[in-house]
């Protein structure tokens, strides 16, 4: 176990991960949504440092460009969606993360409504969270315009519970 969770602190312990992708919205869905799960038995609390969501700059095309991120706690889920790749952020360590991304889970409820918030032309952060085992995150994304893509990215800490 850690004595600090700090960044420092994970990434000498190899414990610091990324994950970061591009999130592409069509005229039929303005909405996408992201899972984040420590599954049962892992062993691990997540610590999430940084959750950022933001719009790709490279496809704003309104003057005024909104995302929406709401986060929500306990979901139920009846499909994981598409793996997202999480690296970890010791270069050359192979060591792979318990904690699991998914993009376009399909669920029959969202859960607790945690957190939410509306950025026009700039980023959504949300940090520090910690999720124990057993312990899954929905974020559901939503835009303005079909035109617009956003961009997730996570970056958190595993350590022995």
Same mark, same amino acid.
């Given at each position: ?6 960044k @420092?602190?994970?990434?000498?312990? !190899? ?5 970061? &992708?591009? /999130?592409? %919205?069509?005229?039929? #869905?303005?909405? !996408? ?19 950022n /969501?933001s719009?790709?700059?490279? #496809? ?10 709401? /986060? %929500? +706690? ?28 998914? @993009? ?5 409820? #969202?859960?607790?409504?945690? &957190?939410?918030?509306?950025a026009?032309?700039?980023?959504? +952060? ?23 893509d ?5 970056t958190?800490?595993?350590?022995? @519970?």
């Amino acid at each position: 176990m850690l004595t600090e969770t700090t960044k @420092e602190n994970c990434l000498r312990a !190899d414990k610091l991960y990324n994950c970061s &992708f591009l /999130v592409t %919205f069509s005229s039929t #869905s303005l909405v !996408d949504r992201v899972l984040i799960t420590n599954p049962s038995g892992s062993g691990v609390v997540v610590t999430i440092f940084d959750l950022n /969501v933001s719009l790709n700059l490279a #496809s704003k095309t309104s003057q005024l460009n909104q995302i929406r991120a709401k /986060v %929500f +706690k306990g979901p139920t889920i009846t499909a994981n969606g598409s793996a997202r790749t999480v690296r970890n952020l010791n270069i050359g360590n192979s060591e792979v993360t318990e904690t699991k991304v998914y @993009e376009e889970p399909t669920i029959s409820a #969202s859960g607790t409504l945690m &957190f939410q918030e509306t950025a026009i032309n700039g980023t959504i +952060k949300v940090s520090p969270l910690r999720l124990p085992p057993n312990t899954t995150l929905l974020i559901e994304l939503g835009v303005n315009d079909a035109d617009n893509d956003g961009i997730v990215n996570l970056t958190m800490c595993e350590e022995a @519970e």
